[in-house]
């Protein structure tokens, strides 16, 4: 069954119909789009979320970051990372295979049926014209036929009438016979012109207007049929990410189990950890050796019960205080007094009364001890040795002061053989710039290099006092010499205008290569393709399914991992598209 032959008198219905199949596919492209941006929108949120709450890089060196706790965090922060990354895949997959191809789509749907309409109006246009044609011929054949008629009596009554003359008579036939004759030409045209018009209106109903509603219900089938095959991409775009969100869900999942809070602990310990002994028991100070045998036992037990308070504060204070070198002149007052000979003479100082002085010499003795210890407590003396801290956490700290000043050092090197390229590119290139305007960056760059250098030296030289000497070699092994490595500067650290930097003995040319042996020596964990990458774009490296690559740089947020082969090549790929293991 067609529309051709069922609705062929169902113009107005087909053409409402297929505006309304139009104004459909609009709507859905329309919801489509709106769903595209809640996708964006939703992607967006979670990437601010994931970036609000990972750690900037440069805090990425806190002990705490350390912790398993704290590094499946960052993990599920990378995972919800990738997985905005795939809700705004699905939303670049909605807009380009569903909105912009069916709109597309639309507007094809609308020139042809536009076409199809034009024709059924030409068709009926064309037909009614006909008709107009066959009314017209019919009129005048009844108009003329009843002049012919009414000719025919005057004829027949002149012919009857006995005054009338011959030549009248005459007359009214010849003008009946022309008017017979004249409603038998009308009489003829009208029955072609109705012939026409049968034929037109059978061509019309039931070839021209049957084959244009075919035309529309087979555009209108293919419109429903498109539709369809949006409907079905709906989800489908949905389903192709699924198992890259799963694998992003399963990785939240891994973050969790690979949380030790065993291994946190000790963590905690090893960073934390002093490196004292616990404090052994105090001496008891026997006050009463001086005391008059002859007084009271109420008047003895007064010292010992204002003493009580004082070893509570002392004992309170050594569990949750920490120990430092300045507590070595603050404790003296805790230093056993020298007793007194058993058999000697009571001291001159305890008087007429005895028992006031033994409370005197408490109270001098525990008053000072728990003021220097709430002043340590409140306001503890940093010295820049770091000599205040604990033996095992002033290497770290030195350590980490030592690390920060090497980076600094290094910047400063790449500044400064960077602006004695650019002064050699002045001075061949005279236009290009003054080599003299660089003179005063230059000097500040080298006075930075020599206090840099002077700091690096006595914390190297502390680090040394402090045990510490693992990682200080091999800061030394990068020190940055002044023994004519680098032509660029003069030999006290001032910038040479006659000399020429030389590229071959440039001093970030020795950290290049020391820590590019170093990195390359110890990749942080391996990893597995799950899909391929062409790496088009710069800085990334092509990977093939089922490739494994070593690791050499964590994702940073960004959505990217640093790579490398077994042939050394290095560069980015998408952290989505692989399963990454990390060494522990």
């Given at each position: 069954m067609d529309w051709g032959t069922e609705l062929w008198d169902q113009y107005d219905i087909i053409e409402k119909h297929t505006q309304s199949g139009l104004e459909l596919v609009e709507k859905y492209v329309k919801f489509v789009k709106e769903r595209t941006e809640i996708e964006q929108n939703y992607a967006k949120q979670l990437r601010n979320l994931s970036k609000k709450y990972n750690q900037k890089r440069s805090s990425k060196d806190e002990p705490e970051c350390r912790l398993s706790s704290y590094q499946a965090f960052l993990d599920i922060l990378t995972e919800m990372n990738d997985y905005a990354g795939q809700r705004e895949l699905i939303a670049e997959n909605l807009m380009m295979n569903i909105c912009i191809d069916l709109t597309k789509y639309l507007q094809e749907l609308k020139q042809e049926r536009k076409t199809y309409l034009m024709d059924a109006k030409k068709a009926q246009q064309s037909l009614e014209s006909t008709y107009k044609q066959l009314d017209s011929s019919k009129k005048r054949f009844e108009r003329e036929w009843r002049e012919a008629e009414r000719a025919a009596q005057y004829a027949e009554k002149t012919d009857q009438d006995i005054n009338a003359t011959k030549a009248d008579v005459e007359k009214a036939k010849q003008q009946a016979h022309m008017r017979a004759h004249v409603a038998d030409e009308c009489k003829n045209d009208y029955a072609a012109q109705l012939q026409k018009y049968n034929k037109e209106q059978n061509q019309f109903y039931f070839s021209d207007m049957p084959l244009i509603f075919n035309k529309l219900q087979d555009l209108d089938e293919k419109r429903t049929q498109k539709l369809a095959q949006g409907y079905i991409l709906f989800s489908d775009t949905e389903k192709h990410v699924m198992p890259i969100i799963g694998k992003c869900l399963e990785g939240i999942t891994k973050a969790g189990t690979n949380v030790n809070e065993k291994n946190d602990s000790m963590i905690v310990i090893e960073q934390n950890k002093s490196g004292f002994e616990r404090p052994g028991d105090l001496e008891f100070e026997d006050y009463s050796q001086g005391i008059n045998r002859a007084s009271s036992d109420s008047s003895l037990g007064t010292p010992k019960v204002s003493m009580e308070p004082w070893k509570k504060k002392t004992n309170n204070f050594w569990l949750f205080s920490k120990r430092s070198k300045l507590s070595s002149p603050v404790l003296a007052p805790f230093s056993t007094p020298p007793a007194p000979s058993p058999n000697g003479p009571p001291s001159p100082k305890f008087g007429r009364d005895p028992l006031s002085y033994c409370l005197k010499e408490i109270n001098k003795t525990v008053k000072p001890r728990i003021s220097s210890f709430r002043t340590l407590r409140r306001s503890p003396t940093v010295s820049e040795d770091f000599g205040h801290l604990p033996p095992e956490q002033r290497r770290k700290r030195l350590q980490q002061k030592l690390d920060e000043i090497c980076k600094e050092l290094q910047k400063e090197v790449d500044q400064s053989e960077a602006l004695g390229k650019m002064k050699d590119v002045y001075e061949k290139n005279p236009q290009m710039g003054d080599p003299a305007s660089l003179a005063s960056q230059i000097n500040q760059t080298s006075?930075?290099?020599?206090?840099?250098?002077?700091?690096?030296?006595?914390?190297?030289?502390?680090?040394?006092?402090?045990?510490?000497?693992?990682?200080?070699?091999?800061?030394?092994?990068?020190?940055?010499?002044?023994?004519?490595?680098?032509?660029?500067?003069?030999?006290?650290?001032?910038?040479?205008?006659?000399?020429?930097?030389?590229?071959?003995?440039?001093?970030?040319?020795e950290f290049d290569d020391d820590f590019e042996d170093e990195d390359l020596a110890a990749p942080i964990g391996k990893c597995t393709a799950m899909y391929n990458f062409p790496g088009a774009s710069e800085g990334t490296i092509a990977m093939q399914e089922g490739e494994v690559l070593a690791v050499v740089e964590e994702d940073k947020g960004d959505g990217w991992t640093r790579v490398r082969r077994n042939n050394g090549d290095e560069g980015y790929i998408p952290t989505s598209y692989v399963t990454i293991t990390l060494k522990k």
């Open positions: 006075q930075n290099l020599e206090r840099l250098r002077g700091e690096q030296s006595k914390y190297e030289t502390w680090l040394a006092e402090a045990g510490g000497r693992g990682d200080t070699l091999r800061y030394k092994a990068h020190s940055f010499n002044n023994n004519g490595a680098n032509d660029v500067h003069s030999p006290d650290g001032a910038y040479s205008d006659e000399s020429t930097p030389d590229p071959s003995q440039a001093i970030y040319a």
